[in-house]
């Protein structure tokens, strides 16, 4: 009687305190670790060895299989198929590949999100769909979320990419442009290079964060659907700044030119010469001149946010506003594992920045 009775006390204290070596209650389902995958990654295939498989078999319903349980969380879709038909009570092996899909991305989320090149160390089961997790002993699964050998390819085509930017012979014809278009004034000195654009280096900016972006998720999740509505109209704002940008300084131009062609003409035909006017047309020739010009390089942050008077208000106010929502973007891609979907008001906010841009460019003073 006391043999019986402390035998049974044995049992429940080692079911309560677990572990790889510890006695199992009869027709009790545990993974074990002994013969289980001990990590993985997405896209792989993962064995987890279950004592008692038959009874976890018992318990699936009709047409169904086990599936895999992650810190505590159902994989929806994820399921194990035995290797062999297990003999009852008797251990066995469940098969189960590691995917995501629209069923189990909020599952996932967490344990993907904020990915390092060291594995995540986490708890897995398995257990019936729909229904908690059986016990398990396999509590540090070492789950790969971002492999470091393709990583180091894509930063090493970031780096050629980045020499070839700077590199003397490739790199002045890549950073053109970012620039202004158009000549360089007359007597501009030896070396002068023209000012950077505030609407390109802002597409600029947008595309390398969303080409980066779209690469670090494709490379932990492996979704190539990963562009949201809110990132392809950032894109298309960015874009239309910069076209709207180059437009108006190229209607600008034309009518200067246009205006200067007149004023040369009327130089000419002057007979007898006005002093009075020659003056006033001189004048107007230079600094049609001056606007006509493309501005000279003097710093990056000074090209893109001062003009002939000074920092301007509304290039600043682009600036800032582009700053803020990237560096918002690239937490929240970290974090959520997704590009965020800004709202229609900051959407809209950014609009109106660029438009304001854009509009003050018709009164701005280049040079």
């Known amino acids: 009687m006391q043999s019986t009775l402390l035998k049974v006390v044995l049992v429940d204290v080692l079911v309560l305190v677990g572990g790889a070596g510890r006695l199992l209650a009869q027709g009790e389902i545990q993974v074990n670790r002994a013969g289980s995958s001990l990590g993985g990654a997405l896209k792989q295939e993962i064995v987890v060895n279950v004592d008692n498989l038959s009874a976890l078999l018992g318990k699936t319903p009709a047409g169904k299989q086990p599936v895999l349980f992650l810190d505590g969380r159902e994989i929806k879709g994820v399921f194990g198929a035995p290797r062999v038909p297990p003999a009852p009570g008797q251990p066995g092996v469940l098969v189960f590949k590691l995917e995501r899909n629209a069923d189990n991305r909020d599952a996932w989320k967490p344990l993907l999100s904020q990915p390092t090149f060291a594995p995540k160390?986490?708890?897995?089961?398995?257990?019936?769909?729909?229904?908690?997790?059986?016990?398990?002993?396999?509590?540090?699964?070492?789950?790969?979320?971002?492999h470091g050998w393709w990583f180091a390819l894509w930063s090493?085509?970031?780096?050629?990419?980045?020499?070839?930017?700077?590199?003397?012979?490739?790199?002045g014809g890549l950073r053109s442009m970012l620039r202004e278009s158009g000549p360089l004034p007359a007597g501009a000195p030896a070396g002068a290079t023209a000012a950077y654009s505030l609407g390109r280096c802002q597409m600029a900016f947008w595309f390398v964060l969303v080409v980066a972006a779209y690469i670090l998720l494709y490379m932990v999740t492996w979704d190539m659907d990963t562009v949201t509505q809110g990132t392809l109209a950032l894109i298309g704002i960015s874009a239309g700044t910069a076209f709207s940008g180059a437009l108006v300084d190229t209607s600008k131009n034309a009518a200067m030119v246009t205006e200067r062609t007149q004023l040369n003409a009327e130089l000419a035909a002057a007979a007898p010469p006005n002093a009075a006017r020659q003056a006033e047309i001189n004048s107007r020739i230079l600094e049609i001149n001056k606007q006509t010009d493309t501005p000279l390089h003097i710093s990056w942050v000074s090209d893109l946010l001062t003009d002939a008077n000074g920092i301007s208000l509304h290039r600043?106010?682009?600036?800032?506003?582009?700053?803020?929502?990237?560096?918002?973007?690239?937490?929240?891609?970290?974090?959520?594992l997704l590009m965020p979907d800004f709202s229609a008001t900051l959407l809209g906010l950014m609009g109106i920045s660029s438009g304001t841009y854009v509009g003050f460019k018709f009164p701005e003073n280049k040079n």
């Open 121 to 146: 160390s986490v708890s897995l089961s398995v257990g019936v769909p729909d229904a908690g997790p059986e016990r398990t002993t396999l509590t540090d699964f070492q789950l790969t979320v971002l």
């Open 156 to 171: 090493f085509g970031i780096v050629i990419a980045g020499l070839l930017f700077v590199h003397p012979k490739t790199g």
């Open 316 to 336: 600043m106010q682009v600036f800032v506003w582009t700053i803020v929502l990237g560096v918002i973007f690239a937490v929240t891609v970290y974090n959520d």
